[in-house]
């Protein structure tokens, strides 16, 4: 089994190339996905968060409002530590649980993990791979205001907050450019996974 991370500055096209390589034949591990389950209400999780930030994040349906949790934390760098003390510990459980799976039932495969903050996280120890997807800040904060419908402050915050794209690229083993066109970018995915299947 082959283990590469995939990661990127928000909005820089990530998911993209995760579906791709997913269409190429690769098996995704997504961490926002797990994300999402681990923060499901029955889930430790759940509690923890609701403990600490309170039931006004819950929307009507006793779930967690993660927009409006979302803001919060951006807004605080104390916050967003707290909220990632609880929650990277679960999503990185969870991702052992489906790498195990996917180990047992094929062992041949190639999984692709999906982790936005995967340097911040400390979880690019040990993989086979570490892919970045690339993008220019101004590119990121068009798409991210128009993808989340956020104002120009509050997606500068959510790009600053993460760890610097320089940084990203000096610690990636492979950098894919998305600046240009969605062929462009798909040529180097499909590099990518030549290089994936080849050795």
């Given at each position: 089994?082959?283990?590469?991370?995939?990661?990127?500055?928000?909005?820089?096209?990530?998911?993209?190339?995760?579906?791709?390589?997913?269409?190429?034949?690769?098996?995704?591990?997504?961490?926002?996905?797990?994300?999402?389950?681990?923060?499901?209400?029955?889930?430790?999780?759940?509690?923890?968060?609701?403990?600490?930030?309170?039931?006004?994040?819950?929307?009507?349906?006793?779930?967690?409002?993660?927009?409006?949790?979302?803001?919060?934390?951006?807004?605080?760098?104390k916050q967003k530590a707290v909220l990632e003390r609880i929650i990277h510990p679960a999503v990185a459980e969870?991702?052992?649980?489906?790498?195990?799976?996917?180990?047992?039932?094929?062992?041949?495969?190639?999984?692709?993990?999906?982790?936005?903050?995967?340097f911040e996280a400390g979880m690019d120890a040990g993989l086979d791979l570490v892919v970045m997807v690339d993008?220019?800040?101004?590119?990121?904060?068009?798409?991210?205001?128009?993808?989340?419908?956020l104002s120009r402050t509050e997606a500068l915050a959510r790009i600053g907050a993460q760890m610097p794209m320089?940084?990203?690229?000096?610690?990636?083993?492979?950098?894919?450019?998305?600046?240009?066109?969605?062929?462009?970018?798909?040529?180097?995915?499909?590099?990518?996974?030549?290089?994936?299947?080849?050795?």
């Amino acid at each position: 089994m082959k283990i590469v991370g995939l990661t990127g500055g928000i909005a820089s096209g990530k998911s993209t190339v995760s579906r791709w390589l997913a269409e190429a034949g690769a098996h995704i591990i997504d961490a926002d996905l797990l994300a999402r389950e681990v923060v499901a209400p029955g889930q430790p999780a759940f509690a923890a968060v609701v403990d600490h930030f309170g039931s006004g994040i819950l929307k009507n349906d006793g779930t967690i409002d993660r927009d409006r949790l979302a803001a919060e934390v951006f807004a605080d760098p104390k916050q967003k530590a707290v909220l990632e003390r609880i929650i990277h510990p679960a999503v990185a459980e969870a991702m052992a649980a489906r790498l195990a799976q996917i180990k047992a039932t094929a062992p041949e495969s190639i999984v692709v993990l999906d982790v936005p903050l995967l340097f911040e996280a400390g979880m690019d120890a040990g993989l086979d791979l570490v892919v970045m997807v690339d993008a220019p800040n101004v590119v990121q904060l068009h798409r991210l205001m128009k993808r989340n419908n956020l104002s120009r402050t509050e997606a500068l915050a959510r790009i600053g907050a993460q760890m610097p794209m320089a940084e990203k690229r000096r610690r990636a083993d492979v950098v894919i450019d998305n600046s240009g066109s969605l062929a462009s970018t798909r040529t180097q995915v499909e590099a990518l996974w030549q290089r994936l299947t080849s050795s």
